[in-house]
């Protein structure tokens, strides 16, 4: 199907039924009981996930495919924000001009970068994205801001009266009158499902992510980019030279951090420096390797546990703390909630960085790895089972 082979079609069919039925799946637990804070089923958070999921499939083509590491994405998805949110204020509130300018900037300024920057491969590679990365943070936030806004952030104002809004449009950022913040919630029981427009069209999109990026791990280009990662020395001696290929991986990787961008600020009309920050950058790497770089799944399910952690667990405090392990004495009540409290909240980024060791330690391969595993080992049971179940007590037993 598309193109797909039936393990591939497999795979795009899983993600499909993630992503459209995320509503339910996301919220498993009663909206009024005590689990409820851990449902990430609302609006804002699921369009992160699938946003970040873009942002994490996109880097994957280049870090993934050809190994090399950049540290500088973000100032891609930094530029995306800033493209859609002043095709806003210009043109429309319409998100489709934005989303694409989004894209085509990124792409533009993804090329001058690669350019650059892949002139150096390793380590070289990555402190030159970085110093990109770093340079741009700091044009956006200071020297750029009649066009940045600076430290406030860019973002649409009603007096900006852009070319093409009429009195019928809606005022704020819509999909031909499909406003993106309307949501609808169904009740079902002691459950609530949010149903959220901007969501599905960040996941429609990134579903077609998804796909391309299939098509690209499958292609003779996706084999070149192998062949980069895997001994580009023995390449250039076959007479082929690799910078074409990294070129343009690097440039489809920065379309790809762009159109997350670009979501982002169609989902909440702001941009600003801060995501271009190297810690937005670190920060897909880290979802990258943590869901398994080089796999097709492993960076949205990478995105989707990063972005988890950041928003439900740093919302437990001290008090909920005490709320869960009130039926303690007082002496073992006091040390717990002391010893918890230092990894979730504020410091809900310990609780990651452990969580990250742990997975690069013992799942090099990521979390596609450990699913991996587990399929393995149930399926090496099954197959005990059906050793010792299926045969003859004669054939065992031959005496008998």
Known sequence: MLGLDKKDTTLLIVVAVLALFAPFLLNPFPTES???????????????????????????????????????HAAFLGV??????????????????GIILSVIVAGVFALLIGFISLRRSGIYFSILTLAFAQMSFAMAYSVLTPITNGET????????????????????????GLVM????????????????????????LMLVAFYISIRIFRSPFGLMLRAVKSNQQRMNYTGLSARPYTLAAFVISGMYAGLAGGLL????????????????SGEVVLMTILGG???????????????????????INESTLHGWFSWLPDPIEDPLVWLLEHFIGGGWALTLGTLFMLVVIFLPGGLVEGGQRIGRLISGKSRGTEDETGKPAATSHPAE
Request: charged share 10%; net charge neutral.
């Open 293 to 315: 770089a080089g796999t097709l799944i492993g960076p949205v399910l990478g995105a989707g546990f990063i972005k988890y952690f950041e928003n439900i667990f740093s919302k």
């Open 153 to 176: 952030g860019l973002q649409v104002y009603s007096s900006d009266n852009p070319l093409f809004q009429t009195a019928t449009d809606p005022n704020v950022p819509h999909l031909f």
């Open 80 to 97: 995306g924000s800033y493209a859609a949110v002043w095709m806003f204020k210009l043109l429309g509130y319409n998100v489709v001009p």
């Open 181 to 204: 913040r309307e949501s609808y919630t169904m009740k079902v029981g002691a459950w609530s499902f949010s149903f959220n427009n901007g969501y599905y069209l960040c996941a429609i």
């Open 265 to 280: 600020a169609s989902m909440d009309p702001l941009a600003g420096a801060e995501r271009m920050q190297w810690t937005a």
């Open 34 to 72: 005590a689990l409820a804070q851990f449902n990430a089923g609302y609006p804002d958070l699921m369009q992160r996930f699938v946003i970040f999921g873009i942002f994490a499939i996109g880097f994957n083509i280049l870090f993934g495919l050809t190994g090399y590491l950049s540290f500088g």
